[in-house]
């Protein structure tokens, strides 16, 4: 089972400011990596895909990169609406398909 | 507007069963693979099981092996999750969700699934 390890834990930041989010696979997943949004009380919403692929009705702001082992959120300028938790995810090795620990982004 | 919308959580006792229901609205769900994901209380996202589009092909993850079975009816535009011998650590929300490309990108609200005696 590919485990996915994401830093750190809690990030704090204020609106305006760069977020850097981290994801580390324990063997490579390709670039078959995505990321999750999920607000308190909300379902996840599909943020983006195949490591780097913005999904439908993203904002320019969110992107990701990376492949192999090591993958990165990046949000370039953050928004009120953006404080919430990230998950990780891989599809490479299935199944099962698994999540990183998630990664809360809290205004500071 | 894609929509899915589970329902049959509840509380339930140690060792029972209990019959989740996901009804899909605004895409053609025949078409598509679906997904069982959970969630305990405070905690993060946890697969639970894969059906492809139409039945052929099934997955569960190894905690679920034997307790869990998942179906659909593409008639009906659904999607279902049997549970039997639940324990407290089944208690979460269970998402159904839509799979593209291997990723999730339509999720339902969720229903609250605990077991409790």
């Known amino acids: 089972e590919i485990v996915l390890t994401q830093s750190p834990a809690t990030l704090s930041l204020s609106p305006g400011e760069r977020a850097t989010l981290s994801c580390r696979a324990s063997?490579?997943?390709?670039?078959?990596l995505a990321w999750y949004q999920q607000k308190p009380g909300q379902a996840p919403r599909l943020l983006i895909y195949?490591?780097?692929n913005r999904a439908t009705g993203i904002p320019g702001r969110f992107s990701g990169s990376g492949s192999g082992t090591d993958f990165t959120l990046t949000i370039s300028s953050l928004e009120p609406e953006d404080f919430a938790v990230y998950y990780c995810q891989q599809r490479s090795n299935w199944p099962p398909y698994t999540f990183g620990q998630g990664t809360k982004l809290e205004i500071k | 507007e894609v929509q899915l919308v589970e329902s049959g959580g509840g509380l339930v006792q140690p060792g029972g069963s209990l019959r989740l229901s996901c009804t899909s609205s605004g895409f053609s769900f025949s078409s598509y693979s679906m997904n069982w994901v959970r969630q305990a209380p405070g905690k993060g996202l946890e697969w639970v099981s894969y059906?492809?589009?139409?039945?052929?092909?099934?997955k569960y993850a190894d905690s679920m092996k034997g307790r869990f079975t998942i179906s659909r009816d593409n008639a009906k535009n659904s999607l279902y999750l049997q549970m039997n011998g639940l324990t407290d650590e089944d208690t979460a929300v269970y998402y159904c969700?839509?799979?593209?490309?291997?990723?999730?990108?339509?999720w339902g609200q969720g229903t609250l699934v605990t077991v409790t005696s």
């Open positions: 969700a839509r799979e593209s490309r291997g990723f999730s990108d339509c």
């Open positions: 195949d490591a780097s």
């Open positions: 063997q490579s997943v390709s670039n078959y």
């Open positions: 059906i492809s589009s139409g039945s052929t092909n099934i």
